[in-house]
């Protein structure tokens, strides 16, 4: 069993264990050498590319982490606020042979996380990931670096260009944003500069909210978690369409020209069924979403003569079942989009591009674009809980699954998990009918609460 990774990196709250400067000195040390051990092309001392969001605590994380690379003779690449995708796209394009991104994405300022990449920008897998934890919870698996093989940190701000040209030629070059309207809520996070500059770059004319961070608004009441502003400022400035990006920019939410906020799984059917009559993927081939994803999305992807694929919860459980069944769409309900052809991680500023090429391809408004199919009542509540032990070690729990799957006559279903990055016990219902889907919620919550709350 993991200690310190979840689903998505290491997480917790700033400045008590594991989120402390401590940890990531020696999560720097750990990486670092793990890279040397492992890598037998390596000449010189490894690199490693470091971004960050806008969080307060990112500053002491940041240093910390970069002083253990140091300390073990790694080179690293500080690149300032950046989102999660340009940071897997700049350890690849400087070939790299690791990157590191200091984020807890969609949480409130006060909790922080560290996401590692590969030299290919992939996310590691869940055994590298163990071998590095063993080494930061024993630092003394660590060989220490001599004197003067220590590393060297250079901040390289300018690295952000990469990523901004990176974006902008994912856009169809016939496709223009000239005098397009487009709202764009950064979250004051690691968006807030580059997702502004691509799309005015591309002509679009830019209503910028969430802009402003000052290290501690980061998700405050914006972004992709709080649409409803950018809504409203969609329908004050006419716009066409309002784009929502989370803390790290790695997810999206797209707003149409109503003012209505559009669900991640409507939106992956749009881009299914768009990337199928463009060519860009063919029938029979797979589109992979999650165990959370509607059941009335999986029927539709189907309908469209598509196979559906359920991953774990966590885009990189999504992108390696892309990479096995050679997937070119994947995503989440929560609006993690993946084009594994030009990106290894979910892009929320490339995702609103693709659907600004929908509009564009079918000559409609974003809204006249969501009507091919309606979701399913769902319904996901979450229980806090003391510890994350197997559901089914309580026979309570297991009964009362049971006889609530029952209720719903094979038309629904349950789905109870954990949260890899906060301790929660989520559970999700799903069926016809929502006043059935709620009882049956606060039935399965109660219970689990009781016996591990």
């Known amino acids: 069993m993991r200690k310190l990774f979840g689903t998505d990196g ?3 709250r700033a400045n008590q264990f594991p989120m402390t400067s401590e940890m990531a000195m020696n999560l720097g040390r750990a990486v670092t050498y793990y890279f040397q051990k492992n890598n037998s092309n390596l000449s010189g001392k490894p690199l490693i590319i470091l971004g960050k969001d806008t969080r307060l605590s990112c500053y002491m994380l940041e240093l910390a982490f970069s002083s253990g690379v140091c300390s073990q003779g790694g080179r690293v690449v500080l690149t300032g606020p950046l989102p999660t995708p340009g940071v897997s796209f700049v350890t690849g394009n400087m070939r790299a042979h690791a990157g590191v991104m200091i984020s807890a994405s969609h949480n409130q300022y006060y909790d922080n996380g560290i996401k590692l990449f590969d ?11 163990l071998e590095i934890e063993k080494m930061v919870l024993n630092p003394t698996l660590i060989k220490p670096a001599p004197d003067k093989e220590l590393g ?6 300018e690295v952000i260009g990469r990523y901004i040209v990176q974006v902008k030629s994912c856009l169809d070059k016939k496709v223009s944003l000239d005098g397009m309207r487009v709202v764009l809520d950064c979250a004051n996070g690691a968006g807030y500069k580059v997702g502004p500059m691509i799309l005015s770059e591309l002509g679009a004319e830019v209503f910028s909210l969430g802009v ?15 649409p409803e502003i950018a809504a409203e400022d969609v329908k004050k400035y006419k716009a066409e369409i309002g784009i ?33 009559e463009t060519g860009m993927i063919k029938k029979g ?3 992979v979403g999650t165990v959370m994803s509607n059941m009335a999305l999986e029927n539709y992807i189907e309908g469209l003569g598509l196979k559906f694929y359920r991953a774990k919860v966590g885009d990189r459980y999504i992108l390696e079942r892309m990479r096995k069944s050679k997937s070119k769409l994947g995503g989440e ?8 052809s030009v990106s290894r991680t979910g892009d929320g500023i490339l995702s609103a591009l693709k659907v600004l090429e929908a509009m564009n391809f079918y000559q409609k408004p974003f809204s006249a674009l969501k009507n091919e199919f309606e979701l399913y009542p769902q319904m996901t509540t979450n229980v806090t809980v003391k510890k994350k032990e197997d559901f089914k070690n309580f026979p309570e729990i297991s009964s009362e699954l049971k006889k609530q799957e029952g209720k719903l006559k094979g038309k629904g279903r349950i789905l109870l998990r954990y949260s890899g990055t906060e301790s929660l016990a989520r559970v999700m219902v799903e069926g016809e009918s929502m006043p059935l889907i709620e009882e049956i919620s606060d039935v399965i919550s109660g219970v689990v609460s009781k016996c591990l709350g």
């Open 244 to 276: 929502c990006l989370d803390g790290d920019a790695d997810r999206v939410v797209i707003i149409d020209e109503k003012g209505d906020i559009t669900h991640g799984d409507i939106l992956i059917g749009i881009l299914a069924k768009f990337s199928l």
């Open 152 to 157: 060297r940190a250079q901040r390289l701000d």
């Open 119 to 129: 030299a290919n920008g992939d996310k590691l897998p869940d055994s590298v990931e």
């Open 285 to 287: 081939e797979e589109i």
């Open 333 to 340: 309900p929560s609006g993690h989009i993946i084009w594994p």
């Open 212 to 226: 402003n961070p000052n290290g501690q608004n980061i998700n405050l009441g914006v972004g992709s978690l709080h």
């Open 10 to 12: 290491i997480r917790g």
